[in-house]
């Protein structure tokens, strides 16, 4: 599977940013998908993850209540709808898809070359 990210870009604090996934390839609706972020200088860190089917979701605590996780298996695309951003989630942030992978453990073997958001203070 191919992962394409879109939707980054430069926002105001407090603003709203939506990121996409695209995923080409068959049985996209099998693979559990995550969203990760990385800042300059720092390593990659888990961001949220969503399952296959779209029933479970898992959130790093510093984006829960404002970053909500979702799939739509018929358009091949996962979202991240990113709400009251702050600074500090100024990163590349990329999505990663493992078939039949577990959100709470999973590694990932499908990843996407990443989108840029910058928040600006």
């Known amino acids: 599977v191919q992962l394409v990210e879109s939707g980054g870009g430069l926002v105001q604090a407090g603003g709203s940013l939506r990121l996409s996934c695209a995923a080409s390839g068959r049985a996209f609706s099998t693979y559990a998908v995550g969203w990760f972020r990385q800042a300059p200088g720092k390593e990659r860190d888990f961001v949220a993850a969503i399952d296959w089917n779209g029933i479970s979701t898992l959130y790093a605590d510093s984006v829960k209540g404002r970053f909500t996780i979702s799939r739509d298996n018929a358009e091949n695309t996962v979202y991240l709808q990113m709400n009251s951003l702050k600074p500090e989630d100024t990163a590349v942030y990329y999505c990663?898809?493992?078939?039949?992978?577990?959100?709470?453990?999973?590694?990932?073997?499908?990843w996407g070359q990443g989108t840029q958001v910058t928040v600006s203070s």
């Open positions: 990663a898809a493992e078939k039949w992978g577990n959100i709470h453990r999973s590694g990932y073997t499908y």
